[in-house]
């Protein structure tokens, strides 16, 4: 499946976890195990393309379906008729039949309807001798008895809205609208919601709501930003759940236009790290919010009495000072110093307006988090083709890699967050620093192109090897479209590690991990990261399959990996107690490692201590231009080919690799051969190991009159040939095709001369 993924994307990031490998995430499993049928993988998107189980009026999904012959890993299927159907919600195109593309992919639109609950989607697909392939995936269409209001300190408030400031805001001020919904039990939803909010301003134009209706959601919670624009009196706004009766109320009150206001000017900075995590500027513990008093004419006022109060104070928030006199420029400024619970904060400053009332200002989020990455928010991506054109036989050649952070909130890493890289061969620089949330270095081609110890260079599999055995044909050598590893010439792996925190599912939304997440292992447990040279997401000197027997050729692919030793103790640890990870017992306990461990449950159910983040990605040195072409009829080799029949031919290096993404690869036959179909494929951007494949059928006919002459010749030329993207020489190899003879006599006895 991993295969299946990383051929739609032009730049494409591979799966991180162990540090190595990657993944097609979602999927379902498959269908079909014979050598003669078709394997389905089907996995549901969202409209970011992650996986999903659920589908609302707002967040359509995307069905991704990938068919292949002869198991996960095998050729793609084109121009098949894949069928869809759902006993829930809505299926695009309504016929439910689609036809592969030349990569034997096919997706389906899926759309909520009026109903809710589970649903699952049914995918089949006929083989060539009518065998029927099935696959099911199943989903959630929203959730029903929900109730719409705000939490207050675990407290639920139905069918209100919380309004913040309380008071009065200016003419072109802001209030916050503080909605949540929840189940019958009074906690959060986790499942896709919208709701539509309403009000007499918002209706005329004299006030408008950000973000703007709809409001999605996938926590439960939502905080929308109301902004005056002409709004007078009291507004009374009304919060619509999508697709249920259940709504909430609240009040907004705008000052006159002429009433003196307050405005935001600037929170520095926005993003502030958990209390007791901070050092330095590029981690700082407080933020500095600066508001300006105003008169009607938007002309600084001095000497106003300002005070300050905080949107939420969730893990002890604190505000000093809670209030300030403006200065000459009607500056007044606070500092927020973060609590230990992650959350998102404003500040809220109030003024006297020199009448009968006041008037308040709001600041933008000030977000309190860990800073620092989660390792399900760490991804390594490829600019340009995987595969690195001559990178088997040229210096200098140059790919770019990209990693891109995020913490647990999925909120970019502070600027200045640090990526450590290493890479198998080639050279690449060390390390970069994030901006923006990401940052990148530049991979080089150059010595080391081969395993370090000798024993393991000789065992380096080619397309030549003695022992040759492809799955998929039965030529005794040449390109083969299955992996010949494990011990694999010409692929880089490359590491990219950072230092973060495990990913956890928050369960109940309070933004740390409690001990009934432990309990219920709602995390993910990582070992110390390593560079997976195998590609089997082991790092195989420590594995139980490795250890103590380290000659199966499986552990000798794997026996010059290294790891990140983080704790510095020169011993690779594997992180936990369940032998079942693949590693011996280390009579260690299982734990989650990350700042969003709360102070009582540190060294109990989980550690505040830190580790490596990664990601991983290959790339592939090409020994071209030694191109290989094979041709074959089912699985035997052939060379020629006959009108008629179809046949297969596999392309690649020496060492079985694909040709650079974009490559062309084209099939020509001379007179009086044709070819049927499609003549031209181009290669895609893939890691995944073996020949590019292609499929075609000879075809051709002579006419010609037995009673007037000999017959003429029925034979040709078949040539394939590649044309590098890169422009580099052009590769192209020949056959000797044969067209179907016709006499056109029209009787068998020709007559006497």
Known sequence: MAVAFTMMLAIAACGGGGGGGGGFKGDSGGSGNGSDT??????????DGNDT???????????????TRNGKKGPAVPDVIVLASTDSGLLFPSSGSKLTN??????????????KGAGTIEVSVNDEVG??????????????????????SGTFFENEIKISPSGPISSEGEAILTLAIVEENGLPVQSAESISISSPCLDSGDATTEPANPVATVTGQVTVTYLANGCEGVDTVTARLIGSAAQAVGDV?????????????????????????????????????????VNSANEPLEGVRVSFDLSTDVGELRLSPTSAVSDAEGLVTTIVSSGDVATGVRVIATADSGDTSNVSA?????????????????????????????????????????????DKFNNPVPDGTPAVFTTEYGAIESTCKTVGGACSVVWTSQAPRVPTLDDNQDL???????????PSHNGSSGPCPDDLGPIRGGRSTILVTAIGEESFIDRNGNGIFDQDEAE??????????FLDNSENGFYDPASQACNPDESSLNCRAGSEEIFIDYNNNGFFDADGDDIGNGYPDEGVLAVYNGLLCPLEGDGIWCTRELLNVRDSAVLILSADPNWAVSLYRGRTPVSSTTAGNTYTAYVADLFNNKPTAGSTVSITAGEPCTIEGKTSYEVPNTTAPGAFTIGFTQAGVVEYDSCAGPAPSTTGELTISLTPKDGGPEFSKGWICSANLVDTAPDPLCPTP
């Open 38 to 47: 078709y394997f389905l993988q089907v996995a549901l998107k969202d409209a």
């Open 53 to 67: 189980s659920i589908v609302s009026s707002t967040s359509p999904g995307t069905l991704q379906v990938f068919v």
């Open 102 to 115: 030349s990569d034997g992919f096919v997706t389906f639109r899926i759309e909520a309807g009026e109903g």
């Open 131 to 152: 065998n029927t392939v099935t696959e099911r995936v199943n989903f959630q269409l929203g959730e029903t008895g929900l109730r719409l209001g705000y939490l207050e």
């Open 253 to 293: 009150e705008v000052a006159a236009p002429s009433a003196n206001g307050m405005l935001f000017v600037s929170a520095t900075p926005e993003l502030i790290v958990l209390r007791g995590t901070g050092g330095g500027a590029e981690r700082p513990e407080r933020s500095v919010v600066t508001f300006q008093a």
């Open 362 to 406: 709001v600041s933008d989020v000030i977000t309190v988090s860990t800073g620092l990455p989660d390792q399900n928010s760490i991804s390594l991506s490829v600019e340009g083709g995987f595969v690195v054109e001559e990178g088997m036989t040229k210096d200098g050649v140059t790919r770019n890699l990209i990693v891109r952070m995020a």
């Open 460 to 470: 380096v599999v080619t397309i030549n090897s003695p022992g040759y055995n492809c």
């Open 520 to 529: 219920d292992g709602l995390w993910s447990n990582l070992t110390e990261a």
